[in-house]
């Protein structure tokens, strides 16, 4: 169980990002407390660019890392480029998620997803569909 | 113990979960290994330093439950105990019945083979607990049926601390003609257990929780017991328990329950006062609850819920503090459910998840305590600070 | 190793019951006593140094007998192991068939678990072996019928050291479409051992055979196999085998094997040397005969029968000149039958009570050969001159 | 299993009467090959006193320490009273033996009594019938 790399326990003890946001342009809520996570991430955008990201989550180390590390990811993005963020990414970012954890980078892509169609959504934009899963190896 | 890299010095606070082998322990197993490392069961002289003294630790293994002595069986650990308490006894008995009564809150040591035992056939009665973690002694005897078998209810909760009513729940039992287990592996060390007066009729306990070797336990089983073996083989343990006995394991629990128990109302009480000055510093934390019963609990059993956070994350950042504690959260467990024992308090899931057990052990100190105590309240309030329920 | 009151140095040649414990395994055994004495399960720092250590004996394990690693699981030794593979996959699988093949020869670990699952409603075949203790091959092909879902037969006897023709009978388990499972634990160390290459479905293996720590074991289950679990409770082992994992024994277990294997083929031949050597010498003593196959028998296994008189009086004659042995005879036994595998392979009670059994180690030389060589004649003539049968 | 004591160890290494008697007045002899023990138990009596005793044995350490005390219990005795000898004072002057031992003790009773019988016969004595086996305790 001791299990987690040192990038995963810097972005835990340490996350980027982190707090509240007024006036977000965009904000998504992925999670469920009953099973132990919750992970709402909020995105100032302009330009079609991510200009800022933050997080609140409830959740285990794996799941505090990820959300912090998927907001560093999707900072100065794209809106594009930050949709195609995939959890995949985020855990290689974080140098590896135990298999029993990858489901917390799953969510940190879900609310990169759910904020990012918020914002799409207030701008009356259509909202863009989620691609095919990644098959797990 | 050790002392981690920026030399604080370790505070280990999960003594339910292990605890470290007393290195006088230690030393009275290492001479089995290399030079009395005969197999018991040989007629030669090396092998009679061996035999004697495996009894020498059967009777000390009997003297601190109050057994007799023939009627104590060295396992591979608790789990072996309840495994064989619970399987030998269903099977054996079967004819008689196949009716198993337990609590909703038993270690999966005890609730896997009941699960295992109802695809088999049996029938399994899981009472439910009161807040306090409580089974009510009604409800036992009203679960009996002419099909009961056995009763299985553990002496005390492993992450919450409830004593059990043991001695009532034996005397209905014996009442009723039917076998009871109980699985004493976090009582022994902290409170008494008396077998006799206590009307039990198999118990199972395990090294590793009171200063003894991992891989060693033992089965009570009172003489008349009708049960199959388990671990069927060889003729070792009186044709009870087959395998080669763990000579060095055996010697290492047996010098750990009589050092354990011989002074266990000092211990106890020294315990007991720790415990409540932690539970008292910590309940000071607002959005915090004590769970498992006030009173009726192990001398050396805290555990808290935190609203709005989780259990694994406290214990990371307790972890980086040099503080080793548990949690019943979702996210250290493989099933990715919350405890089932604080459900089965009734506590509701997401509360479930911020649960930390700090489990108190012999060299724990005031000090320990009051730098945990200086240490949780940041602790939560920096996970609370990033929680969205905290703030919504 | 000891010496005995009068200083002659212990010349222990009982292996096959049970070995010392390495002085160096137990060095590598201690700091997880005390110093990374974490529950494998915690997600703290400490617990880190115990998971970590499991894993790499997982490998070690695995290594030596060919295996992928995630199939190896740690058990509480032999017993375990044989009682784990045997009624688990009779469990798992009684949807599919309820017949088992073993053979007659086989260890207690292995017959004890047949019986009790014929209890059950299983049906087993008790295959008969030849003089030499050899199992026929086409006999276990006659044997499957359509219910069969378990072949399970020993690589090596413990008692005669005839080592079975264990690829081929895996080669007919597999055509077949039934699990194979092999007792080994009397081969590990002895002779190479390759689950791929022999078709092996499940292993046993016992730590205490080869200078590894008593109480320790693994079994390898083949990736596919449907087996129940045996030790039901925690999630350790993947979930496959509950109870706190025996850290300092698991280390132990994985150094020794990593040692016990890694020159096997000189060790091998010295002790086949050392095994032929006194062979040879014995049989110089009339009425005497070898027991289990000539060549296929383990490099270290020497059991002989010698007419008239009986094991357990040789045992404590060669004890009084400090040498550590085994027999067959009835009189070691709690049955106080004669030894199955003799009976197995043919020979009369009266004869089978009479066997030597000298199982070779490491630390034996060709000193120690001799030395035995020198006082077993005399033994023998004392023993059947106060025998009627002898003088009959 | 290393469980034999001090005496009866000293007269398994050294047990006294042990051989062949020529002409003899009595032999006895019991047990069964198959279970791994034969005991017979040659007598010289002379005016119904045991002048002497040997004995020949199959078998474990304990049947042959409890053959050797069993002649050194009954030698100088009268018939009568070696009759008496109970399987219970040839393990007790062994200082105890084990429970799944005290069959050997038991042969040694046996044997004496066989050869006091054969003794008898020979003499066209009536022969004598076994007491009640003293119950183990
Ligand atoms: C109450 C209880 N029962 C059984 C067990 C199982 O004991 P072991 O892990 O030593 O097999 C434990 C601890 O893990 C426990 O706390
Ligand atoms: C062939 C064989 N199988 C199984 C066992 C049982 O192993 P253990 O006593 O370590 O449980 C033994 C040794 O006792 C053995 O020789």
Not at chain 1, 54 to 61: A, H, Q, S, Y
Not at chain 2, 276 to 300: A, Q, V, Y
């Amino acid at each position: 169980m001791a299990m987690y790399s040192k990038k995963v326990m810097d972005h835990f003890m340490n996350p980027r990002n982190v707090g509240e946001m007024e006036n977000p342009d965009g904000v998504g809520e992925v999670g469920n407390p009953k099973c132990g996570d919750i992970m709402r991430m909020y995105l100032k955008i302009e330009d079609n660019i991510i200009q800022d990201a933050k997080f609140m989550t409830f959740g285990c180390g794996a799941a505090i890392a990820s959300s912090s590390m998927a907001t560093e990811l999707i900072k100065g993005k794209t809106l594009e480029d930050a949709w195609d963020v995939s959890n995949k990414a985020v855990a290689d970012a974080l140098e590896g998620l135990p298999s029993i954890k990858m489901h917390c980078s799953v969510l940190a892509e879900e609310a990169i997803h759910k904020a990012i169609n918020d914002y799409r959504q207030k701008q009356n934009l259509s909202l863009w569909g989620e691609k095919e899963e990644e098959k797990p190896e | 113990m050790q002392n981690n890299e920026e030399g604080q010095k370790l505070v280990y606070m999960d003594h339910a979960a292990t605890t470290y082998t007393d290195p006088e322990v230690v030393n009275a197993m290492v001479p089995y290994f290399t030079e009395y490392f005969g197999n018991p069961s040989s007629p030669y002289t090396i092998a009679k330093e061996s035999e004697d003294a495996i009894e020498k630790a059967r009777e000390k293994v009997a003297n601190a439950i109050n057994a007799k002595t023939d009627s104590v069986f060295f396992t591979s650990g608790g789990t072996e105990s309840d495994n064989w308490a619970i399987k030998g006894v269903a099977f054996a008995n079967k004819n008689k019945g196949n009716h198993i009564i337990t609590t909703a809150i038993e270690h999966h040591a005890v609730l896997h083979p009941c699960e295992w035992l109802e695809k088999q056939g049996f029938d399994v009665t899981y009472l439910p607990v009161d807040k306090y973690g409580h089974v009510n002694v009604d409800d036992v005897r009203d679960a009996i049926t002419d099909q009961t078998i056995l009763i299985t209810v553990m002496f005390a909760n492993n992450e919450i601390g409830t004593i059990e009513p043991i001695k009532e729940i034996g005397k209905i039992a014996r009442e009723n003609g039917v076998y009871f287990h109980t699985d004493a592996v976090q009582a022994i060390g902290q409170v008494p257990v008396d077998v006799e007066d206590m009307n039990i009729d198999l118990l199972s306990l395990s090294g590793h929780k009171f200063y003894g070797p991992k891989g060693t336990g033992a089965l009570y089983i009172k003489k008349g017991v009708k049960i199959d073996n388990f671990m069927h083989g060889g003729a070792q343990e009186k044709q009870r328990r087959a395998g080669t006995e763990n000579v060095p394991g055996i010697v290492g629990l047996g010098e750990a329950i009589e050092r354990v128990t011989s002074d266990i109302e000092n211990h106890a009480k020294r315990m007991q006062a720790l415990r409540d000055r932690l539970i008292n510093g910590l309940l000071e934390i607002p959005k915090t609850h004590l769970c498992g019963h006030p009173t009726e609990r192990l001398p050396n059993n805290v555990n808290i819920v935190f609203e709005y956070i989780e259990g694994e994350s406290i214990l990371l950042m307790l972890d980086s503090y040099s503080i080793a504690a548990s949690t019943g959260s979702a996210c250290t467990s493989a099933s990715l459910e919350p405890s089932h024992v604080l459900v089965g308090c009734g506590l509701p899931h997401e509360i479930a998840h911020g649960s930390l057990r700090l489990s108190l052990g012999k060299e724990n100190t005031e000090e320990d305590v009051d730098y945990v105590l200086s240490v949780v309240p940041n602790i939560i309030e920096r996970l609370r600070s990033m929680s969205p329920m905290a703030t919504k």
